[in-house]
C-alpha cells in the first residue's frame, strides 16, 4: 500500500513564523503536491513537483514555497505565517505524469495561525 | 485549468435508498475522471475511475457522458457508513496532468 505520511496533525503557530510542513512518501512517486483545503472551497493546488529539483505553482502559491531536495520528501514552507494561512493542508502523490494516475493523499496537517 | 461543478448537497437520504450525484466539467478535451470519498476530518481516497463505458464496483456505479460533458455516480442501498463527502475529480488533457476537484457533495445517510 501506498503511504503519504505529513509531520504533523496539528500545529499552532503565532503570526509571522516561519512554518515548515513535511511530506514523505513511500512509493518512488513522480509527482507530489500540496493543496489546502477550507470549508466550502473544496481543495485548492499550492504548488506542485514532478521531479526532484523541479516545481511548479498551483492556483494559490502567494505566501508559500516548497523544497523538494529528495524525491520522496516535499516540502512546504509559509515564509511569514498570516492568520489567513489558517486551513488544512494536504500533500498528495501520484506514481507518473500520466492524467489517469490516482492520488494518494496523507492524512493532513491542520494548521492554526494566531 | 477548468471548472468541475457538484452539487454540495447535502443529500440526506435513509439506510437502503438509492442517491445520484452529478459533476459536470466544462473542458471537453479532459481525458481523465475518478470519484473520491472524504470521511471527516479525513484525506480523500479513491473511491473508483469513471471510463467510457461506465463501471460498477458492488453498491456503486459511475458513469461518464462525454457529450454532455457530465459524471454520475450511484449510490444503491445506501448505508449508514456511506455518509460521507463525494469529490469528483477531473483529469488533465493537453499535457496537463493536474487533476481538478470538485468542492464535493456531501452524503448523510440516516437510520
Known amino acids: 500500500d501506498v503511504k503519504v505520511t505529513q509531520s504533523s496533525r496539528y500545529l499552532v503557530k503565532r503570526t509571522g513564523e516561519k512554518v515548515f510542513l513535511e511530506c514523505v512518501q513511500d512509493m518512488d512517486h513522480e509527482n507530489m503536491f500540496w493543496y489546502r483545503q477550507d470549508p466550502g472551497l473544496g481543495l485548492r493546488l499550492i504548488y506542485f513537483s514532478y521531479d526532484v529539483k523541479m516545481k511548479e505553482k498551483g492556483d494559490i502559491p502567494e505566501g508559500y514555497s516548497v523544497s523538494r531536495e529528495k524525491k520522496e520528501r516535499f516540502s512546504l514552507i509559509l515564509e511569514s505565517a498570516s492568520t489567513n494561512q489558517t486551513s488544512m493542508y494536504l500533500c498528495?502523490?501520484?506514481?507518473?505524469?500520466?492524467?489517469?494516475?490516482?492520488?494518494?493523499f496523507g492524512p493532513g496537517t491542520r494548521l492554526t495561525v494566531l | 485549468r477548468k471548472e468541475v461543478e457538484q452539487d454540495p448537497g447535502p443529500f440526506n437520504v435513509p439506510e437502503g435508498a438509492t442517491v445520484a450525484f452529478n459533476c459536470t466539467y466544462s473542458n471537453s478535451a479532459s481525458q481523465s475522471f475518478f470519484w473520491y470519498r472524504q470521511d471527516c476530518r479525513k484525506e480523500p481516497k479513491l473511491l473508483m475511475s469513471v471510463y467510457s463505458s461506465g463501471n460498477e464496483d458492488g453498491r456503486f456505479t459511475a458513469q461518464l457522458n462525454r457529450a454532455s460533458q457530465y459524471i454520475s455516480l450511484l449510490i444503491r442501498d445506501s448505508k449508514l457508513s456511506d455518509s460521507a463527502t463525494y469529490l469528483c475529480v477531473v483529469g488533465g488533457s493537453g499535457g496537463s496532468y493536474i487533476p481538478t476537484f470538485g468542492r464535493g457533495t456531501s452524503l448523510i445517510v440516516h437510520p
Open positions: 498528495a502523490s501520484s506514481r507518473s505524469i500520466q492524467d489517469t494516475d490516482t492520488q494518494y
